[in-house]
């Protein structure tokens, strides 16, 4: 069971920058995917990034061009760097990580067995 403990969440005004940082306890995982997903009140919890163990990432579209995941294999810490902040950013952010066994990582929130507590973003 691999324990994960997202930090970085605070208020920030529109237009700023955010990075956010997730680090996994010790993991047997050989080939991890981690992910971050948001959840803002009232909706469905979506999935805003992933990255595989070989650095190959994918973000959501809404989100492109403004937020860029990065991850260090050794440290085992996923971070988000989130640039150009809208109010729609809003939410609570959860890393999750599941084991892709050298496949490439799913967007699909179900596939991800492991999740962290959250950290809350909030854009005015």
């Known amino acids: 069971h691999v324990q994960l403990v997202e930090s970085g969440g605070r208020s920030v005004q529109a237009g700023g920058s955010l990075t956010l940082s997730c680090t996994a306890s010790e993991s047997t995982y050989r080939s991890t995917c981690m992910a971050w997903f948001r959840q803002a009140p009232g909706s469905q919890r979506e999935t805003v990034a992933t990255v595989d163990s070989n650095g190959v990432t994918k973000v959501a579209g809404s989100v492109k061009g403004r937020f860029t995941i990065s991850q260090d294999n050794a440290s085992k810490t996923v971070v988000l760097q989130m640039n150009s902040l809208k109010p729609e950013d809003t939410a609570m952010y959860y890393c999750?990580?599941?084991?892709?066994?050298?496949?490439?990582?799913?967007?699909?929130?179900?596939?991800?067995?492991?999740w962290g507590p959250g950290t809350q973003v909030t854009v005015s």
């Open positions: 999750g990580v599941y084991d892709a066994y050298g496949g490439r990582c799913s967007f699909r929130e179900d596939f991800y067995d492991n």
